[in-house]
Structures are given as C-alpha cells and as structure tokens.
C-alpha cells in the first residue's frame, strides 16, 4: 500500500449558489483520509458556507447504504475570516466519495483540503 499526502484545493466556488459543487472525489482503489479543511471566505460581506460527504458506500458493519451528510451547514464566516470544518477530526473516504461545497453567494469561497490517499 502507498501511502500519499496531497493538498487539494480551489480559488473559488461554488460555480452557482445553492448549487453544491465537487471539490474532490475519491479515485477507484483508493481509501482518502481528509486530514484538514479550510474554507476561506474571499467576498466584500459576510457569506455561509457548508460542505457535503457524498457517499453511496457501506461498510463499518453496517448493511444499509451511506448516504449524503452535511459536514458543516450554513456555517458563517466573516469578511477575510476563514473556518476549519473539521476542527481536529478526520474523515475516511471510501472509492467514489466526494467532499461538495456550498456557499450564499456564488465563487465566493476559497477551500483548502489536506488529505492522505491510500492505494
């Protein structure tokens, strides 16, 4: 197994507010360790963000399907400010999970994720 650390990362979105857009999927025989998230608001006014685990896996002992959570909702941050979404915990992501961002006005922030892939 190969062990990877990568930075993922976009000046900008989501394309359209109200509209979730990819940040990153996890590529086939891949396990993804989200590490690290930040999001940065870079607009003149204070704006709300919130970010999506897309995930059709199962696993963990269970026998149903996962389904799409919010990792954060509508979190505010302020003009200049940024947020860490994670706030110490990881996240695992399994093959064809994707992390969505969101945010109350169009390209209005900028996201920074560390991770770890492991192939």
């Keep these: 197994m190969a062990n990877t650390f990568k930075v993922v990362s976009h000046d900008v979105m989501p394309a359209s507010s109200g509209t979730p857009e990819d940040l990153?999927?996890?590529?086939?025989?891949?396990?993804?360790?989200?590490?690290?998230?930040m999001v940065a608001n870079v607009?003149?006014?204070?704006?709300?963000?919130s970010v999506k685990l897309v995930s059709t896996?199962?696993?963990g002992g269970r026998t149903a399907t996962n389904t799409t959570t919010f990792l954060a909702k509508d979190v505010p941050i302020a003009v200049g400010?940024?947020?860490?979404i994670l706030a110490g915990?990881?996240?695992?992501l399994e093959t064809g999970d994707q992390?969505?961002?969101d945010c109350s006005v169009?390209?209005?922030v900028s996201v920074t994720m560390?991770?770890?892939?492991?192939t």
């Design 24 to 37: 990153y999927t996890t590529p086939s025989s891949t396990t993804t360790i989200v590490i690290g998230l």
């Design 43 to 49: 607009h003149t006014a204070q704006v709300t963000a």
């Design 57 to 59: 896996t199962s696993g």
């Design 81 to 84: 400010q940024s947020k860490n």
């Design 89 to 92: 915990g990881k996240i695992v």
């Design 99 to 101: 992390i969505e961002i």
């Design 106 to 108: 169009a390209d209005k």
């Design 114 to 118: 560390s991770i770890l892939e492991i």
